[in-house]
C-alpha cells in the first residue's frame, strides 16, 4: 500500500480538504464583515441600576406622547411597524439586541399613550441571518400583517437582497445595516441608520492628522470588512497629508501576525492601523506587545465589544479606535446632545435585557424605530405619507447612533457626531484625548 | 560611499527581520510537528490517515480553557484536558473505525473526515462561535533574542516539541507496547501470530495521536486563542508536514513540520502575506515532485518508521 498510488490519492485529498477549510472559513459564524463591529457590551455604559428608579421616558416618547391624555390608547386599530432581524443564526449578536430593543420601545411608547393616542404594535419577523429568507419575511410582513414600514435587517446582505422588493411595494425601511451600498445611489423608499465606514474612516484620519502622525502603517483582514476599511482609508489618507508607508493583510483565522508586524515596524511608520475583528484583531494587539513595537496601534469600530478586551489582555491596553458613543456614554461631556439619550436607553435596556448585549447595533434599531414613529406622528397611517414624513421630518434628530438628518439626496444622514475615539485603558473604554 | 553604508543599512534591517521570521516560523512549525507526529503514529499502525488530528488539538485547548474558566488550576486542567482527549480518541476508534472493519482504506480516511466534521460540530454546540483565552504559563513579557522577539509561551512551546519527541523515541524503543506498536507497523501478520492484538495496537494508536493533539492544543492555546474551528486549518498543515517528512517518519515529521512553519513565515514576510496559506501547498508539491516519498520517506522501512 505504499508510495505511488497514495500520493495520489493523499494529494487529491489535500485539495479536497483545503476546499473544505475555505469554505468552512467563509462560513465562520462571525458576523458579515460588512455590518462592521461585534455586539459591544459596554462596562463603562452600564449602569446596573435596576428599572424601578426610571419611568423609562425617552426623549422622543415625551413629544410623541403629548396629546395622549386625551385619547385612551388602546382603543384604536394599533400602527403597525414590522422588526426585521437576524434573531437566529451567524449574525444573531445582532438581531438580538436589535429585536430586545423594538419591543422595549414598543413597551415604553404605549405606556406613554402610543403615537398621538394610538398605541403601536411591533410585528417581529426573523431573516435567519439569511438572505432568500430576509425577502420572504419582508413579504409576509408587507402583504400578509400589512406593516406600515419596516425596521431592520440586521446585516447589509439582507438589506441589499430585499431592496428590490421594498421599492416595489413601495413601503419605507429604515435598514439596521451598515454599507453604504443601501443609501447610495439614494432609493426612494429605503433610508439606513448605522454609520457608514466613510464617516468611521474619516473620523480617524482626522484624529490622526490632529495628532500628527502622518507616516501609517497599515494591516487590514482580507475580508469585506477589512477591504471596505482599506478603500476608504486610501480614499481619505491622502487629503489629510498622510501617506501609507505599509501595507499587509492577514486572514481572519490566522494565528500569527508577526511576518506582517515586523514588516511593518521595518518601514518605521509613526502609528500602526489594524482594520479587523476578534480574534484576529486580538491576535495582532498581541503580536505588536510581544516584538516590542512602540509605535501607537489604531483599530476599527469592528473591536468595540467586550471581546477584543477579553482576548488580547492587557494587549488591549493603549489601542485606540473610532467608534459610536454608546461605549463612552457616561463621560461623555454634558453639553454632547447625545448623553442623555444614550445613558437612557442604556438604562432602560439594561433593567430589561441581559446587560452583555447591550450594544451599539441595538441602538441601530433604536434610531429606526424613533424615525419611524416621529414621521408616523406627523403623517398618520399611510405608507407614502410616511416615507414623505422620514424624509423631511427627520432633521436634527439626536439618536444612539449619532444626529440624523434626512433630505432627499441623503438616506444616511450622519456626520461626524455619530463618531468618537475611544481608549482601552486597563481593560476599559474611555474617551481618547 | 553613501550607497555602499545604505545597502548596508538595508542588509542588516533584512538580516533583522529574517531573524523575526526564522523564529516565528520555528514555533508556528513546532506546533505543526506535533500534529504531523499525531497522523505519523496513525498511520504507520493502521494506513489510516485520521483527518480528526486537528479536533484532537482543538479538544485539548477547548477543555483545558473550559476548566481554567471553572477554577481548575492550571495543572489539574491540564492532566484532565489530555486524559479525556485522550479517552475520545480511544472511543472514536472504537465507535467509528472499529465497526467499519475490513473496509478499504479509503473508506476508513473518510470516516475520519466524518468525524471530524461531527466533533466540530458538537465543539460548536457545547463551547459557542465564540473565540477564548488561556493566560500564558509564565507571563507575557516578550523575551528579546538578537534583534528577534518571543513570547515565553514559544519557549514551552519548543520545549513541549522536544519533551513529546524523546517520550515517543523512549515508547516505540524501551516499553512492550511501543514495541508491539512498532511490530504492526511493520508486519501485521507476523505481528498477530506473535500474540499481539492489531485490533487494541490500532486503539492505542489512536489514543497515543489524541493525547500528542491535545498536549499541542493546550500549550498553543495562550498565544493562538482557542475556538471550535480552529482543527481545520490546523489538521491541513499537520498534514502536509507529515507527507513532506514521508509520512511514516517520526523525524521526518517534525522536520517537515518546521520546515512549513519556517517558508510559510518567511514567504509572508518577504514575499507577500497574503499567500501565507497557500505557500504550505506549494512547498509540498515541490517536495513531491524532488522526492516522491517525501523527504524521510522510504529508507527505513524496517522499524515501519517508528
Not at chain 1, 60 to 67: D, L, Q, R
Not at chain 2, 34 to 55: C, D, R, S
Request: hydrophobic fraction near 50%.
Amino acid at each position: 500500500m505504499k508510495q505511488p498510488k497514495w500520493l495520489m490519492v493523499s494529494l487529491l485529498l489535500v485539495l479536497a480538504l483545503a476546499a473544505l477549510a475555505v469554505g468552512a472559513c467563509t462560513a465562520t459564524p462571525t458576523p458579515t464583515p460588512t455590518t462592521a463591529p461585534k455586539p459591544p457590551a459596554p462596562a463603562a455604559a452600564t449602569p446596573a441600576k435596576p428599572a424601578a428608579t426610571a419611568p423609562a421616558a425617552t426623549t422622543p416618547a415625551k413629544s410623541a406622547a403629548t396629546p395622549a391624555a386625551s385619547k385612551p390608547a388602546a382603543s384604536k386599530e394599533p400602527y403597525k411597524i414590522g422588526g426585521l432581524f437576524a434573531i437566529t443564526g451567524p449574525a444573531s449578536s445582532l438581531g438580538i439586541p436589535e429585536r430586545n430593543t423594538v419591543q422595549l420601545l414598543e413597551e415604553q411608547i404605549n405606556q406613554q399613550g402610543g403615537i398621538n393616542g394610538t398605541p403601536v404594535k411591533m410585528v417581529i419577523a426573523d431573516t435567519e441571518s439569511d438572505e432568500t429568507k430576509a425577502v420572504l419575511a419582508a413579504k409576509k410582513l408587507i402583504d400578509e400583517d400589512k406593516v406600515l414600514a419596516i425596521v431592520g435587517p440586521s446585516q447589509s446582505g439582507e438589506s441589499l437582497a430585499i431592496a428590490d422588493t421594498i421599492e416595489k411595494a413601495e413601503i419605507p425601511l429604515v435598514s439596521a445595516a451598515a454599507s453604504i451600498k443601501i443609501v447610495d445611489p439614494v432609493k426612494k423608499w429605503i433610508f439606513k441608520t448605522p454609520q457608514s465606514d466613510s464617516l468611521i474612516v474619516q473620523a480617524l484620519v482626522d484624529y490622526l492628522k490632529a495628532k500628527g502622525y502622518t507616516k501609517i502603517g497599515w494591516l487590514s483582514v482580507s475580508n469585506a470588512f477589512g477591504d471596505s476599511g482599506k478603500v476608504e482609508f486610501e480614499k481619505a489618507a491622502p487629503g489629510a497629508g498622510l501617506t501609507t508607508v505599509a501595507k499587509e493583510s492577514f486572514g481572519a483565522n490566522d494565528t500569527d501576525v508577526t511576518a506582517q508586524l515586523t514588516r511593518v515596524k521595518a518601514a518605521n511608520p509613526d502609528a500602526i492601523v489594524v482594520w479587523a475583528i476578534p480574534p484576529a484583531a486580538a491576535i495582532v494587539s498581541k503580536n505588536v506587545a510581544q516584538l516590542g513595537i512602540k509605535q501607537p496601534v489604531f483599530q476599527s469600530h469592528g473591536i468595540g465589544n467586550k471581546q477584543f478586551i477579553d482576548l488580547a489582555g492587557t494587549a488591549a491596553n493603549g489601542v485606540r479606535f473610532p467608534v459610536g458613543k454608546l461605549l463612552v456614554a457616561d463621560s461623555l461631556s454634558g453639553s454632547d446632545a447625545q448623553k442623555k439619550v444614550l445613558q437612557e436607553y442604556a438604562k432602560g435596556y439594561t433593567a430589561k435585557f441581559d446587560a452583555n448585549t447591550l450594544s451599539t447595533f441595538g441602538g441601530h434599531a433604536w434610531d429606526g424605530f424613533w424615525i419611524v414613529a416621529k414621521a408616523l406622528e406627523k403623517s398618520g397611517p399611510d405608507r407614502a405619507k410616511l416615507r414623505d414624513a422620514i424624509e423631511s421630518n427627520t432633521k436634527e434628530f439626536v439618536g444612539i447612533t449619532g444626529v440624523f438628518s434626512f433630505s432627499p439626496t441623503e438616506h444616511n444622514g450622519l456626520d461626524k457626531r455619530a463618531v468618537t475615539m475611544v481608549e482601552i485603558k486597563d481593560g476599559k473604554w474611555v474617551n481618547a484625548e | 560611499m553613501p550607497a555602499d553604508i545604505a545597502f548596508e543599512r538595508i542588509y542588516v534591517e533584512l538580516y533583522q527581520q529574517v531573524l523575526q521570521y526564522l523564529m516565528t516560523g520555528v514555533t508556528v512549525g513546532s506546533i505543526y510537528a506535533i500534529i504531523a507526529l499525531g497522523f505519523v503514529v496513525i498511520y504507520n499502525v493502521t494506513g489510516i490517515i485520521n483527518f480528526a488530528q486537528g479536533e484532537f488539538v482543538m479538544l485539548g485547548a477547548m477543555i483545558m480553557v473550559s476548566l481554567y474558566k471553572n477554577q481548575v488550576p492550571m495543572v489539574a486542567a491540564f492532566v484532565i484536558a489530555v486524559l479525556l482527549t485522550t479517552i475520545i480518541g480511544a472511543a472514536l476508534e472504537r465507535l467509528a473505525i472499529r465497526p467499519a472493519k475490513g473496509a478499504s482504506i479509503v473508506t476508513l480516511i473518510i470516516i475520519t473526515i466524518g468525524a471530524s466534521i461531527t466533533i466540530r460540530g458538537l465543539g460548536l454546540i457545547t463551547w459557542g462561535p465564540n473565540t477564548s483565552s488561556l493566560p500564558a504559563f509564565s507571563g507575557d513579557a516578550p523575551l528579546v533574542i538578537g534583534t528577534a522577539s518571543i513570547v515565553p509561551q514559544t519557549l514551552w512551546v519548543l520545549v513541549t516539541t522536544a519533551i513529546l519527541l524523546i517520550a515517543l523515541y523512549l515508547f516505540f524503543e524501551r516499553t512492550l507496547l511501543g514495541k508491539a506498536m512498532r511490530a504492526c507497523a511493520i508486519n501485521m501478520s507476523a505481528a498477530r501470530l506473535m500474540g499481539i492484538s492489531p485490533s487494541v495496537m490500532a486503539m492505542v494508536s489512536f489514543a497515543l495521536s489524541a493525547s500528542l493533539g491535545a498536549v499541542g492544543g493546550v500549550v498553543m492555546a495562550p498565544t493562538t486563542l482557542a475556538t471550535y474551528d480552529m482543527g481545520t486549518m490546523l489538521a491541513l498543515k499537520g498534514f502536509v508536514a507529515a507527507i513532506i517528512g514521508g509520512m511514516s517518519s517520526t523525524p521526518g515529521a517534525v522536520a517537515g513540520g518546521l520546515l512549513v512553519g519556517v517558508l510559510e513565515s518567511m514567504g509572508a514576510g518577504l514575499i507577500s502575506s497574503g499567500y501565507k496559506d497557500a505557500i504550505a501547498f506549494v512547498v509540498l508539491f515541490l517536495v513531491l515532485f524532488v522526492r516522491p516519498n517525501g523527504i524521510f520517506g522510504g529508507r527505513d522501512t524496517s522499524k515501519g518508521g517508528l
